[in-house]
T-cell receptor, first 113, second 113 residues
Framework: QQQVKQSPQSLIVQKGGISIINCAYE??????FPWYQQFPGKGPALLIA?????SEKKEGRFTISFNKSAKQFSLHIMDSQPGDSATYFC????????????FGKGTKLSVIP | DAGITQSPRHKVTETGTPVTLRCHQT?????MYWYRQDPGHGLRLIHY???????DKGEVSDGYSVSRSKTEDFLLTLESATSSQTSVYFC????????????FGPGTRLTVL
């Protein structure tokens, strides 16, 4: 199974709150899990990524939590700001071969003042 | 931004006409990818290249062909465009120290009437 399932489809959070987006995967060969942020009319931009040798990675207000046994990973955005309003995609790839990414279907985040 | 350009950025064409989209990179990365993005589907891989003249199919390759005659250029061709190929097309590249990290171009919006 190559699928990556992402939830929720949309999310509304108050300014200053925590935004949480979840992803689950089936393919145990996946060994790289990036998150992308996309603004309207722009290409996806790499936000943060994690590999299975760690359970958490933090960069500024953005944190990835990774649960290898459950085959799940999540993005937490602390102190969410209106400028964080965008669509977020999780993805996964296997180091064997082409490094092609399998994407979740995206979460549209709206941060309201 | 990673050194990726896509041309054209917008195109409107008629059903049955051939269309070629160009991706150009200045990073000298080995891997190049073409994705399409459609509402509710996220990003799906069309074709990818792992070197000059080395290409392979992705998840949604039917109706598309690719060519890579130089490291810096990756062309996506729709031999006979159909309305179902109306989409936003993104090129991505990876290589260098972290081969699995992909960087995306700005996209081409293609409308097939």
């Amino acid at each position: 199974q190559q699928q990556v399932k992402q939830s929720p489809q949309s999310l509304i959070v108050q300014k200053g709150g925590i935004s949480i987006i979840n992803c689950a995967y089936e393919n145990t060969a996946f060994d790289y899990f990036p998150w992308y942020q996309q603004f309207p009319g722009k290409g996806p931009a790499l936000l943060i990524a994690i590999r299975p040798d760690v359970s958490e990675k933090k960069e500024g207000r953005f944190t990835i939590s990774f649960n290898k046994s459950a085959k799940q990973f999540s993005l937490h955005i602390m102190d969410s700001q209106p400028g964080d309003s965008a669509t977020y995609f999780c993805a996964a790839s296997s180091g064997a071969g082409s490094y092609q990414l399998t994407f979740g279907k995206g979460t549209k985040l709206s941060v309201i003042p | 931004d990673a050194g990726i350009t896509q041309s054209p950025r917008h195109k409107v064409t008629e059903t049955g006409t051939p269309v070629t989209l160009r991706c150009h990179q200045t990073e000298n990365h080995r891997y190049m990818y073409w994705y399409r993005q459609d509402p509710g589907h996220g990003l799906r891989l069309i074709h990818y290249s792992y070197g000059v003249k080395d290409t392979d199919k992705g998840e949604v390759s039917d109706g598309y062909s690719v060519s890579r005659s130089k490291t810096e250029d990756f062309l996506l061709t729709l031999e006979s465009a159909t309305s179902s190929q109306t989409s936003v097309y993104f090129c991505a590249i990876s290589g260098g120290r972290f081969t699995d990290t992909q960087y995306f171009g700005p996209g081409t919006r293609l409308t097939v009437l």
